[in-house]
């Protein structure tokens, strides 16, 4: 990001897979993090010690609105930003479910930290693919419904870039 911005990019969107920490949540769901729990490495080389780190509200109201519009339901909110996967301890798990947090994911805290402390617009948007809802690891055997999320999320994200370009 760093030497894209250097570059002239202005704004970033990571379209990706995450896991589910609600149990309403299916493969497939879709979630807009507005803010993200920093758990991983990279944001504390960018921001002051923080909980979390928030996206370009512009930008998560824009993709919200463009999926509405298409009839795509989905989620807005909190997401946590880990990078170990696989490390998630039973108990944060749980925590993180009782507080509203939608996902578990490994880039938007850092995406959101290299943004903000480069003046920059960020936005991370994901499609659950398995989940730990109730501190339970679930992956289908069929993961067409998370890449079918992919897909609609990257239509979704270009029409807004179109729209907004």
């Known amino acids: 990001m760093d030497q894209l911005a250097a570059f002239g990019v202005r704004q970033f969107i990571a379209i990706g897979l995450a ?18 729990i ?3 490495g990279v944001s504390r080389h960018y921001l002051p010690e923080a909980e979390s780190v928030e996206s370009s509200n512009e930008m998560a109201e824009a993709v919200s609105a463009v999926l509405a519009k298409q009839n795509h339901s989905h989620s807005s909110g909190v997401t946590w930003t880990t990078d170990a996967p696989f490390r998630e ?7 993180h479910q009782q507080r509203g947090v939608l996902a578990v994911d490994m880039e938007a805290a850092a995406i959101f930290a290299v ?8 936005l991370a948007v994901f ?3 398995d989940t730990l809802a109730n501190g339970v690891w679930s ?3 069929d993961l067409r419904p998370a890449h079918l999320g992919l897909s ?5 994200v270009l029409e807004y870039l179109m729209d907004h370009a």
Request: charge should be negative; hydrophobic fraction near 40%; charged fraction near 25%.
């Open 19 to 36: 896991g589910g920490l609600q149990p309403d949540q299916e493969p497939g769901h879709l979630v807009i993090s507005q803010r993200a």
């Open 38 to 40: 920093r758990d991983e």
């Open 89 to 95: 301890l039973r108990k944060d798990v749980l925590a």
């Open 115 to 122: 943004a903000k402390a480069n003046d920059l617009s960020a």
């Open 127 to 129: 499609s659950i693919a």
């Open 139 to 141: 992956m289908p055997s």
């Open 152 to 156: 609609i999320l990257f239509e979704s």
